[in-house]
T-cell receptor, first 112, second 110 residues
């Protein structure tokens, strides 16, 4: 049973650039949530996608956007990168109506 | 606003020395409380879900309990491989987003 997968594993970008992160949910799951985790802190909710629409959003600026594809995979896009965007970006999947979320290994983004 | 506070921030134990981690929460109508384990540089690994006060779940050396205001993760006779950060999260009654605490970094020395 394939778990949640994310790509790439690591990424280094320059301030002002744009980045796209990718996530494939666990087999049988149709809902994808994205979280940002700064070093030494708990994950912070960015947004959640279900049926290819953004269903909930956390306190993140519009520079953070996303997409969900018909096969339930998802992308997180961040524009105009800031140094403060450096973090571990986590994707979590779940089945609609259920609260248990399973996380991928994360993408470590470093902005220089 | 939903809030989760975990204590202690860090805990050092000797192998075999049992202890407990605390997670206190504030939410208007708990839909679920979750415990995750996270190893350095990796994604959180799901451990337990608790839904109502009085509920308990066990897995190997770990046991999670829930009251109306807090949850405890009891670790019995820990081993060095139990060293990790343990995260507590609650699910919002207005949706399914998770609100996490800052975590407890557990180190078990041989």
């Amino acid at each position: 049973d394939a778990g949640v997968t994310q790509s790439p594993t690591h990424l280094i970008k320059t301030r002002g650039q744009q980045v796209t992160l990718r996530c494939s949910p666990k087999s049988g799951h149709d809902t994808v949530s994205w979280y940002q985790q700064a070093l030494g802190q708990g994950p912070q909710f960015i947004f959640q996608y279900y049926e290819e629409e953004e269903r909930q959003r956390g306190n993140f600026p519009d520079r953070f956007s996303g997409h969900q594809f018909p096969n339930y995979s998802s992308e997180l896009n961040v524009n105009a990168l800031l140094l403060g965007d450096s973090a571990l970006y986590l994707c979590a999947s779940s089945f609609r109506g259920e609260y248990e979320q399973y996380f991928g290994p994360g993408t470590r983004l470093t902005v220089t | 606003e939903d809030q989760v506070t975990q204590s202690p921030e860090a805990l050092r134990l000797q192998e075999g020395e049992s202890s407990s981690l605390n997670c206190s929460y504030t939410v208007s109508g708990l839909r679920g409380l979750f415990w995750y384990r996270q190893d350095p540089g990796k994604g959180p690994e799901f451990l337990f879900t608790l839904y109502s006060a009085g509920e308990e779940k066990e897995k190997e050396r770990l046991k999670a309990t829930l009251t109306k205001k807090e949850s405890f993760l009891h670790i019995t006779a820990p081993k060095p491989e139990d060293s990790a950060t343990y995260l507590c999260a609650i699910v919002s009654p207005s949706g399914s987003r998770l609100t996490f605490g800052e975590g407890t970094q557990l180190t078990v020395n041989p």
